[in-house]
């Protein structure tokens, strides 16, 4: 069903932004008419909304730093609809197409100025969203999900309903699964298994061509490998099939303390070589202030409330920052505790941290994935969340990390950021190369995360300088030739877009040539302009 109750186009509220002139409004309602009709023929399922309260829910993202307005929002009740969102699309003369999961993109790539926003939550609410079965002859085990549903919700499901789990995840997990899969998908176990993107087997994809294609390795491999990592450019994901493994029940939580850089990253590089069962089963780490900074610095680092971080333990040669590795075992209920002590101490026992700056905890496995969950309801509780977040996130090759550390963490962020700054180490060689994320060349290469959480302005700094100094960061990694790439990438020209890709530039303009002829998707990462169907 079609919502006509406010059909007057609404016009995005970028700060400085004019009305547009009458010229373009008249095409833009055109283009709104054409795709109106066109979507009565195809007779979708779902809704489409032109109205100026669903515009203005998708016109901003998790960033709080762009605000864009859509023509309309369609919440598809099925990939049909999706497809038919799109074709709508190609019959007008600009109008283009953004798939929209739970919003949380930083820079505005969900949006679609004068175009379609499809919400694809609607999707994710379907109660079949999760399907569990047993696969092959080999007893594998595997999840139908719907590219609309939560990371959270999957992992309920899965583990509440069938003691399974997905193999990887995110450390926020109320992302969806399209929206992780368009770009890698990393945490603590990709060390391992790889990122997301490389822990699925199947996906139904809708093309910028308005068709609605299954694909795998095996099937329609082009597609399926374009998708993954291709920034939504190439298809929305309306379906993935993601293998499953037994679920451990519980997982003992450790954070090590650490005064030098080159001794983290020594140990952290140790921990992510080590084969299966010769290692903990999640590696991470951090860089955190050393004051009494309850956000920045030491009462960051403990567990629980009754631990205390004690500074008289730590060097006197310790510096302004230091660094904390996170580690986790997983283990079962009939585990003996003596076992998972013995194993926790064995796999400890090789790594120079702090004496004494050990914090450990045994959690269940829901609540260990959900722990950022418990971040995010206090930051609402502070209205930190709704704040702008100018996020950084990055991989910085092996060779370069150290310098990043006396430049970046020692200098320009020596005072913290309000939150997180993450930094850990991830294997090359585990990221299939078929896909289109682009990582650096060495087989060592870090995750840097500047998740900043700071009160809106005046509370807090001006959102400008926190961008500032973003771009003060990656001019230092330009400058010294670092071998790194920004993690979920957003560039203002297609030039900074080549230089990106590099040597995998022109693969991803073939297949942009190949799926999306007409540029119709996801406008907001601003790659391709959109060609009109007369182009074509």
């Known amino acids: 069903m079609i919502a006509y109750i406010e059909h007057s186009f609404v016009h995005d509220e970028g700060a400085g932004e004019t009305r547009q002139n009458d ?10 008419v054409l795709c109106q009709e066109a979507l009565e023929r195809e007779g979708i399922q779902g809704t489409v909304d032109y109205t100026s309260t669903s515009t203005g829910s ?14 309309g929002v369609v919440r598809p009740a099925n990939s049909s609809d999706v497809a038919a969102a799109v074709r709508a ?46 696969g092959d002859n080999d007893g594998h085990y595997y999840a139908d999900v719907s590219g609309g549903a939560l990371w959270e ?25 399209g929206g992780t899969l368009s770009n890698a998908g990393v945490s603590g176990q990709a060390f391992r298994y790889g990122p997301q993107t490389s822990n699925v087997t199947e996906l139904e994809v809708v093309t910028g061509r308005g068709k609605t294609v ?69 590696v991470e780490g951090f860089v955190f202030v050393n004051r009494d900074d309850p956000v920045n610095g030491w009462p960051s680092v403990t567990l629980d409330p009754n631990q205390c971080f004690d500074p008289d333990l730590l060097p006197r040669s310790s510096g302004e920052v230091l660094y904390c590795l996170e580690v986790a075992l ?22 120079r941290f702090v004496e004494g700056l050990r914090f450990s905890v045994d959690v269940g496995y829901m609540e260990f994935l959900l722990r950022v969950k418990k971040a995010e309801q206090h930051a609402k509780a502070n209205g930190i969340w709704e704040a702008p977040h100018p996020w950084l996130n990055l991989f910085v090759s092996k060779r370069n990390i150290a310098d990043f550390d006396r430049t970046v963490f020692k200098k320009i962020l020596k005072d913290g950021i309000g939150g997180p700054m993450l930094v850990y180490p991830l294997l090359r ?37 926190l961008v500032a100094q973003n771009r003060e960061i990656i001019r230092h990694c330009t400058r010294k030739g670092y071998d790194f ?35 119709i998707l996801a406008p907001g990462q601003k790659i391709f302009p959109r060609r009109s169907n007369c182009q074509n």
Not at 255 to 264: G, P, Q
Not at 334 to 340: A, C, K, L
Request: one cysteine or more.
């Open 214 to 282: 299954i694909c795998s390795p095996s099937l329609n491999s082009d597609l399926f490998f374009a998708v993954l990592g291709g920034l939504g450019q190439f298809g929305v994901i309306t379906r993935a099939r993601i293998p499953l493994r037994k679920a451990p029940d519980m997982v003992r939580w450790i954070r090590l303390v650490y005064a030098e850089f080159d001794e983290f990253t020594r140990d952290a590089e140790f921990l992510v070589r080590q084969p299966e069962g010769e290692s903990f089963d999640y």
């Open 429 to 465: 060689s585990r990221w299939d190369s078929r896909t289109s994320v682009v990582i650096p060349d060495e087989e060592i290469f870090y995750l840097i995360a500047l998740l900043r959480f700071t009160p809106a302005y005046p509370k807090g700094p001006p959102v400008g300088e």
């Open 89 to 134: 699309a190609a019959d007008t003369r600009d109008m283009t197409v953004a798939a929209r999961g739970n919003g949380h993109s930083i820079n505005g790539q969900a949006m679609a100025r004068r175009g379609l926003v499809l919400d694809m939550r609607a999707m994710g609410d379907h109660p079949f969203n999760v399907v569990v079965s047993e």
């Open 330 to 351: 997983h283990f079962n209920h009939y585990d003996h505790p003596s076992t998972v002590d013995s194993e926790e101490q064995r796999l400890v026992g090789r790594l």
């Open 485 to 519: 790439k920004l993690y979920l990438p957003h560039y203002q020209t297609q030039e900074e877009w080549k230089q990106h890709f590099g040597n995998q530039w022109s693969r991803f303009v073939e297949r942009k040539a190949m799926f999306d002829p007409m540029a």
């Open 153 to 177: 919700d999957v992992l309920k499901r899965c583990v509440l309903g069938h003691g399974l789990a997905p193999r990887s995840w995110t450390d926020y997990l109320a992302l969806t699964v």
């Open 23 to 32: 010229a373009v409004e008249s095409a833009d309602q055109n283009d709104a």
């Open 58 to 71: 998708v016109a901003k993202d998790f960033g709080g730093m762009n605000r864009v307005r859509p023509l």
